[in-house]
């Protein structure tokens, strides 16, 4: 394996939506019941919301194929200091390629930009039962800050 990690250009858009689609439902909570199409709409949405907004998008490639994105906002302001802050929109890794260390890459060359760029912490939002995102993120260092409560009524 021959990993690097690029920006994302033009080219990358298609892969990014298709690796986003087929993805997007391993991150979401089982317990809000989610309906497959809606959840790729959102998808959809937030590839909007990311590009209208300074982002940055990373692409890993292992021999000039892309096996892996990560979208990160570069500035959302935090909402208890107003000050901006990174944020990970979104990170996905090819199905048959995980648990090799790509996602564990994106995710440093992501804080490498962001320290870059002067942001004091970098945040994000994962689902309780994405056992695999959780073990990233933790290894890596992220802490709960805090929890967002749902019940079905
Ligand atoms: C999250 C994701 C990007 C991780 O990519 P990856 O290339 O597998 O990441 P890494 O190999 O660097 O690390 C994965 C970690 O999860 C662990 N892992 C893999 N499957 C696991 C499972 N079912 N339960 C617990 N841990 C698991 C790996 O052992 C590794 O932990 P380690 O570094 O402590 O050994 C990938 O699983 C993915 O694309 N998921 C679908 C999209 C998603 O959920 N995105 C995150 C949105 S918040």
Do not use: W
Not at 54 to 61: G, T, V
């Amino acid at each position: 394996m021959k990993l690097s990690i690029r920006p994302a250009t033009i080219d990358d858009v298609a892969f990014i939506e298709s690796l986003g689609k087929r993805t997007v439902m391993d991150s979401v909570a089982a317990m809000r019941r989610p309906n497959p199409v809606d959840v790729m709409d959102n998808f959809d949405r937030l590839l909007q919301i990311v590009e209208s907004r300074k982002h940055a998008a990373l692409i890993a490639e292992d021999g000039g194929e892309p096996v892996g994105f990560l979208l990160m906002l570069h500035s959302l302001p935090d909402e208890v200091t107003g000050l901006d802050q990174a944020f990970i929109a979104y990170m996905a890794v090819e199905r048959e390629r995980r648990g090799g260390g790509i996602g564990a890459a994106l995710l440093a060359a992501a804080e490498d930009e962001a320290r870059k760029r002067g942001l004091p912490y970098m945040a994000l939002m994962v689902t309780e039962e994405n056992a695999s995102a959780r073990a990233l993120y933790e290894r890596a260092g992220y802490l709960t800050e805090r929890r967002l409560l749902c019940k079905m009524l």
